[in-house]
């Protein structure tokens, strides 16, 4: 994990709403600006006459579980890998990295690096609410500047998600530097400025076949 030292004012607009609950269960909501609030539901009229006790759902089955699960750490990141032999053998890994706040184990970002099935990589960038969605997050590396949209936002977090593509992966490879800079609901630019050393040890253990 990384620090670093964010002015604790224009950290505070962004971390505001770190204290809403967890979510529950289930797909995360469309990203929305923080600050809106649902609206309780409709009221349901009642029935004439109650239906019969419905039998009790069996609990869904659980997934497969892995046999194996193995965690590498490469000095920012770390990469966790985990073998399952069922339904078919194959191995899912993630690489991610957390940057947290100087003087405090209060985590204020993380990007987190998995490909799906098609070997397509994608990183997610996942910051505390209180942020702006439509700005989204610039990352600027390798002297590129990726605008990434907000994909969701739950209670604790809103992620943006871009696909990995080569010049992504030498930029970071190369140990750059990455700035992070989103904006608060209220309008100020908040920067976090970090390294990527480590990621072309990492890249390579999360794109290893087994």
């Given amino acids: 994990m990384r620090t670093l030292d964010l002015a604790a004012a224009t950290f505070a607009a962004i971390a505001l709403s770190c204290g809403l609950a967890q979510a529950q269960g289930g ?62 053998p194959r191995r899912n890994c993630q690489a991610q990295m957390q940057v947290v706040r100087q003087g405090s184990q209060q985590v204020i970002l993380t990007i987190v690096v998995a490909g799906d099935d098609k070997n397509v990589y994608r990183a997610a960038v996942s910051t505390p609410t209180g942020v702006a969605i439509q700005p989204g997050v610039d990352l600027a590396i390798g002297g590129q500047t990726r605008k990434i949209p907000f994909d969701t936002c739950e209670p604790a977090r809103c992620t943006a998600v871009v696909v990995v593509d080569e010049k992504l992966v030498k930029d970071m490879s190369a140990g750059a530097d990455i700035d992070a800079t989103m904006v608060s609901n209220g309008g100020a630019a908040v920067k976090m400025s970090f390294s990527s050393k480590g990621f072309d040890k990492a890249w390579a253990a999360l794109a290893a076949k087994p």
């Fill in 27 to 88: 797909k995360p909501a469309p990203a929305r600006a923080p600050a809106a609030q649902a609206q309780p539901a409709a009221p349901q009229p009642a029935a004439q006459q109650p239906p019969p006790a419905a039998a009790e759902a069996p609990a869904p089955a659980p997934g497969p579980k892995p046999w194996r699960t193995e965690i590498l750490n490469f000095d920012n990141w770390s990469v966790t890998c985990q073998d399952f032999r069922e339904p078919a």
